[in-house]
T-cell receptor, first 112, second 114 residues
Framework: DVKVTQSSRYLVKRTGEKVFLECVQD?????MFWYRQDPGLGLRLIYF???????EKGDIPEGYSVSREKKERFSLILESASTNQTSMYLC???????????FGSGTRLTVV | KNQVEQSPQSLIILEGKNCTLQ??????????LRWYKQDTGRGPVSLTI?????NTKSNGRYTATLDADTKQSSLHITASQLSDSASYIC?????????????FGTGTRLKVLA
């Protein structure tokens, strides 16, 4: 089974801190994605990547950046955390572009 | 604007009963429609996938239907179990202008009571 591992289940950070959320997949998938999930809003795409060192903005990239130096790892970076970035963050990967995602378990980030 | 709307927002049923969750979408053209199950505090897990030419797809006690003409899908759960308590998310792929994008519904939160 494909496994997508997010490094932390819960994180609490202070406003202004730089935050790194790590995601690793173990099945050589080309495509990786970062979403945030908020009540009543569903999943919203932050950034995605179709290849190493490649990144594309999703629907809500403001305040975020990403890094994909290796195929299996896709990192989400909050340059200066703010309280409105408190959310559940979900990483996903897929082998083909229109194939279904395998999601990680999520990281619940609280910014205080 | 391409959208996916789900109803009801939440649902409570007794163990053993059946239920049906609805998904209406305006995404066009679309490639496929998926239903995901998301347990509290976990990532979503795929239940079913249907292309525009398919009408029904089953996965154990879960049966999804699709009417591409009316742009409606439903997820029917038979003989519900306590472990079915979760959020169920409808996702439609948007292939407008060759882009590759999934549109997520906001989900239906199901609670199964003993």
């Amino acid at each position: 089974d494909v496994k997508v591992t997010q490094s932390s289940r819960y994180l609490v950070k202070r406003t202004g801190e730089k935050v790194f959320l790590e995601c690793v997949q173990d099945m050589d998938h080309e495509n990786m994605f970062w979403y945030r999930q908020d009540p009543g809003l569903g999943l919203r795409l932050i950034y995605f990547s179709y290849d190493v060192k490649m990144k594309e903005k999703g629907d809500i990239p403001e305040g975020y950046s990403v890094s994909r130096e290796k195929k299996e790892r896709f990192s989400l970076i909050l340059e200066s955390a703010s309280t409105n970035q408190t959310s559940m963050y979900l990483c996903a990967s897929s082998l083909l572009k229109l194939e279904g995602y395998t999601f990680g378990s999520g990281t619940r980030l609280t910014v205080v | 604007k391409n959208q996916v709307e789900q109803s009801p927002q939440s649902l409570i049923i007794l163990e053993g009963k059946n239920c049906t969750l609805q998904c209406n979408y305006t995404v066009s053209p679309f490639s496929n429609l998926r239903w995901y199950k998301q347990d509290t505090g976990r990532g979503p897990v795929s239940l079913t996938i249907m292309t525009f030419s398919e009408n029904t797809k089953s996965n154990g006690r879960y049966t999804a239907t699709l009417d591409a003409d009316t742009k409606q899908s439903s997820l029917h759960i038979t003989a519900s179990q306590l472990s079915d308590s979760a959020s169920y998310i409808c996702v439609v792929s948007d292939t407008t202008s060759g882009t590759y994008k999934y549109i997520f519904g906001t989900g239906t939160r199901l609670k199964v009571l003993a």
